[in-house]
């Protein structure tokens, strides 16, 4: 029997708007404003990235816009690499979820030189530790998702230490389309996804993903759960505003969910 689909979420990244506001500094553009126009206007969550340079979201965004959440009772997703030890300005991403408490939390393998999450976690190694920090952030009552690349292997590593779901890192499938040859990775992600799910594991995505490509991957990739969507939309917002952005995207889900 076909599984009914799933209503995919969108949760709005809104690094880029604290990556405006450093720029200059002071408070503006407001990174809990920005969000609480989202979730007005439809989206399901909100998604930050905090990373030990503070260059973009800070730890104090982190619990503002948790308590903005609670207030509209959806979703916070922090993602982050759970390696990353404290520093000045960032307790550690186990630390902050203490605090936060996301509803779910997506462990990243990036590292401090890195411009943006480019590649997923490498399950063929030592996962060990990787297992026990999973452990402790489902303890905080976390839903905890793995980024992984389309194609990896040794997904059935990651449901075994207890994993609740993947995000399909979909920069190469954003690349694949902007070049008009969607196809291959598009056949990788929908691989990987059905491997997941037939391993217990639900799957989200994210990365690159905009108006122009959203809309042929959730018809490629089946039941997915939640898409995190950040840089296109807060670009795209530049033009078109940020409630209409947000409206657009929920239209282009609905549309493939009736």
């Not at 553009?29 to 969000?35: L, N, Q, S, Y």
């Not at 590649?119 to 952030?137: E, N």
């Not at 980024?147 to 990651?158: K, N, P, Q, S, T």
């Not at 969507?229 to 929920?250: D, F, N, W």
Request: glycine fraction near 10%; charge should be negative.
């Amino acid at each position: 029997m076909t599984p009914d689909p799933v209503r995919t979420a969108l949760s709005v990244n809104v690094n880029k708007v604290a990556v405006l506001r450093n720029s200059r500094g002071g408070g503006e553009p407001d990174v809990v404003r920005a969000a609480r126009t989202c979730l007005r206007a439809g989206a399901h969550g909100i998604t930050v990235h905090p990373r030990p340079d503070r260059r973009h979201i800070t730890a104090e965004d982190v619990l503002a816009l948790a308590g903005l959440t609670a207030q509209f009772q959806v979703e916070l997703n922090i993602e982050g690499n759970p390696f990353a030890p404290p520093r000045q300005g960032y307790p550690g991403l186990l630390a902050l979820c203490e605090r936060a408490r996301p509803a779910q939390v997506t462990l990243v393998p990036d590292s401090d030189g890195q411009l943006t999450s480019d590649h997923g976690f490498d399950f063929t190694g030592d996962t060990i530790q990787l297992g026990r920090l999973v452990a402790h952030f489902k303890a905080l009552g976390c839903r905890v998702s793995l980024f992984v690349d389309a194609g990896c292997v040794g997904l059935e590593r990651a449901a075994a230490m207890g994993a609740d779901r993947i995000e399909l890192y979909t920069g190469p499938y954003a690349q694949g389309w902007a070049a008009g040859a969607p196809d291959p990775a598009l056949a990788a992600c929908r691989a990987t996804a059905q491997e997941a799910q037939l391993l217990g594991l639900q799957v989200n995505a994210g990365h690159d993903l905009s108006q122009d490509n959203l809309g042929m991957f959730l018809a490629g990739v089946p039941q997915v759960q939640e898409v995190s969507i950040g840089h296109a939309l807060i670009s795209e917002a530049l033009y078109e505003g940020l409630e209409t952005t947000v409206r657009r995207y929920l239209a282009i889900i609905q549309a493939l969910s009736a």
